[in-house]
T-cell receptor, first 112, second 115 residues
Framework: AQSVAQPEDQVNVAEGNPLTVKCTYS??????LFWYVQYPNRGLQFLLK??????LVKGSYGFEAEFNKSQTSFHLKKPSALVSDSALYFC??????????FGTGTLLAVQP | DAGVTQSPTHLIKTRGQQVTLRCSPK?????VSWYQQALGQGPQFIFQ?????ERQRGNFPDRFSGHQFPNYSSELNVNALLLGDSALYLC????WGQGGFYGYTFGSGTRLTVV
């Protein structure tokens, strides 16, 4: 079965330090992979997607993610964290005509 | 360019009642999907509409039904509400263009509370 895993419930990082939020996938065929961010009581905001092409994908608000086929990973990264980056982050898998399958989410807490 | 619009933003209903949630997709998108997000969980796929027909359905009972209109907007209907239906309901639109697949754009959601 297709699945996406986010192994960390919470990630803590100091402001100005680099951050990584992990995601691994288990899918057949070529994956469409997405990262979304959710602030309290809000919908999902799109950060970036990988469909084909370069393995390093650059997205909104300075975030990027690297698609690693051999490790079946799609980790979200940012060189320098901001307090305002504190939110719930979701990795998702989906094809163009398929449903999105979400991970369980990772709460990112950036300390000043 | 307006994104995905959902209405209402909040709703309180009593067990056994029926509710209708509405979604207007982003301009240029022709596919609408609905998701249920319970507190502390990731969104779960309910169903997807394309060309006014249900194209895919997740593991939700028949109490959950939907509709897509010719202008691509969509409704989600839930009958015989249960306490467990309390959740944030998210609408996502998607589509294809000259640049390929647009991806999914989500609305801000409707917070449904069943009492």
């Amino acid at each position: 079965a297709q699945s996406v895993a986010q192994p960390e419930d919470q990630v803590n990082v100091a402001e100005g330090n680099p951050l990584t939020v992990k995601c691994t996938y288990s899918v057949s065929g070529n994956p469409y992979l997405f990262w979304y961010v959710q602030y309290p009581n809000r919908g999902l905001q799109f950060l970036l997607k990988y469909i084909t092409g370069d393995n390093l994908v650059k997205g909104s608000y300075g975030f990027e993610a690297e698609f690693n086929k051999s490790q079946t990973s799609f980790h979200l990264k940012k060189p320098s964290a901001l307090v305002s980056d504190s939110a719930l982050y979701f990795c998702a898998y989906g094809g163009a005509t398929n449903k999105l399958i979400f991970g369980t989410g990772t709460l990112l807490a950036v300390q000043p | 360019d307006a994104g995905v619009t959902q209405s209402p933003t909040h709703l309180i209903k009593t067990r056994g009642q029926q509710v209708t949630l509405r979604c207007s997709p982003k301009s240029g998108h022709d596919t609408v999907s609905w998701y249920q997000q319970a507190l502390g969980q990731g969104p779960q796929f309910i169903f997807q509409y394309y060309e006014e027909e249900e194209r895919q359905r997740g593991n939700f009972p028949d109490r959950f039904s939907g509709h897509q209109f010719p202008n691509y907007s969509s409704e989600l209907n839930v009958n015989a509400l249960l306490l467990g239906d309390s959740a944030l309901y998210l609408c996502a639109s998607s589509g294809w263009g000259q640049g390929g697949f647009y991806g999914y754009t989500f609305g801000s959601g409707t917070r449904l509370t069943v009492v």
